[in-house]
Structures are given as C-alpha cells and as structure tokens.
C-alpha cells in the first residue's frame, strides 16, 4: 500500500562507519531523489536519477553515493559518516522529468544520528 | 538561481482562527511550478497543492485556499478555521521546467503553524 518506503527510519550509528538507506516505490515513476533536512528542517536535494540515471548531484560529499538498481529503487550509501550527517534523509519520486513540475512524492524520512 | 522565502518563522494561532503563511519566490524561469508541502510532527512530508506559472488561479480545498500572484511573485496559503490537527511545518517549494532543472525543488524555510485548543 505504502507508495514511498524508506529502511531504517532511525540509524543511530559511530563516527567512521558505512552505512545504506534503502527507497523503494511502487507508483511507476521513473524519477527518484534523495533530499537532506538539517536540524533547522532545511530541506536540500541532494540527488536525483531518472530510470536509474544519475540527472542531479547537488554537490554533495564522494562519501555519499547513490545507486539506483531499476527504476524502483534508489539506496543511499554513505562512507565514513561524520556527525555533520546527522539529519532527516528524504526519498522522492515523481512520474518524470519530461515537461518539468512533476509532483514529488515523499517517504517517511530515515533519521540518521552520527555519534 | 531559484529562491523561496517563507518570512514567518513561526506563528501561533487559537483553533478557529483564519491563518495565511505566505511565501514569497525568484526565478528567471517563464514557466516554473510552485508547491506547498506539510510535515506534521510525526514527520513526513505530505504533498498539498501543485500550480503552474500559467494558471494564477486561487484554488480552494476544503479549509485551504491558494492565493497565486505572479504580479508580486507569491503564492500564499490560507487556512480557514484553523484546528489543531493543522499543526504542523508548512514548507513552500519552487521548480522549474525539466529542461533546466530537472525537477529540482527548492524548498523554502519553512513556517511552523501551532493550533491552541
């Protein structure tokens, strides 16, 4: 039932380690993305893939690499975590990027904490 | 560049009472869309509303209504009636046509609305 799935929803975990956030959805979209909100709920995309190619890097950090198997899925991964990682991780899809403006749909967020 | 500015930080309202968060945006884009999203403390991100630089439009959804001015570049949302349950962060977003940003969203700060029983 559930259109925009994230796994974790919480990731507590130490300086220095690798970890993955999966999306998943099921509304045949082709587009998906990856959004960043801070401490102050600043929302920042950070990556976009349209049937699992690579369209927006946002200037994010080589430690954060997406990977996109099928057009359903696009996972986060992210070396060498610092607390400055510590945020609200945001998965969006939409039906394309064609004409521009698609609505984007949200998952429930991974709240990743950095010790 | 794109920007949306949300000046409102927070406001503070009683139940029944009528709110506006406003919303202000730039861009060098004719054609571009605006939305409004709402995150309620439980945290996820629900879609309210889409327009389109063509259609100036208000719109109105039950207690909700939309206020689109190209000519002062806003898009300012209305909630009639306020209850508790409208609690929640308010965020305005930007996006222009596929070609140039590619379904880039720009988000602005965000307001956050608290409903007093």
């Known amino acids: 039932d559930t259109a925009v799935s994230q796994t974790p929803k919480y990731l507590v975990t130490q300086m220095g380690n690798d970890k993955s956030i999966k999306c998943e959805q099921n509304l045949g979209h082709d587009t998906m993305y990856w959004y960043k909100q801070d401490s102050k709920k600043f929302l920042k995309i950070m990556f976009s893939y349209n049937n699992k190619e690579l369209i927006i890097n946002e200037t994010v950090p080589n430690r954060f690499s997406p990977k996109s198997p099928d057009k359903a899925h696009l996972n986060l991964h992210i070396n060498s975590l610092e607390l400055g990682d510590s945020a609200v991780y945001f998965c969006?899809?939409?039906?394309?990027?064609?004409?521009?403006?698609?609505?984007?749909?949200f998952g429930p967020g991974t709240r990743l904490l950095v010790l | 560049a794109q920007k949306v500015t949300q000046a409102q930080t927070e406001i503070s309202v009683v139940e029944k009472e009528d709110v506006t968060l406003d919303c202000v945006y730039e861009t060098r884009d004719t054609t571009y869309y605006l939305f409004w999203y709402k995150q309620p403390p439980s945290g996820e991100l629900v879609f309210l509303i889409r327009?389109?630089?063509?259609?100036?439009q208000n719109e109105i959804s039950g207690r909700y209504s939309w206020n689109f001015q190209k000519s002062t570049s806003s898009f300012n949302f209305t909630i009639t009636a306020s209850q508790v349950v409208d609690s929640a962060v308010y965020f305005c977003?930007?996006?222009?046509?596929?070609?140039?940003?590619?379904?880039?969203?720009?988000f602005g700060q965000g307001t956050i609305l608290t409903v007093h029983p």
């Open positions: 977003a930007l996006s222009g046509p596929g070609g140039t940003s590619y379904g880039k969203l720009t």
């Open positions: 327009r389109n630089s063509f259609d100036e």
């Open positions: 969006a899809s939409s039906s394309g990027i064609g004409s521009g403006g698609e609505t984007q749909y």
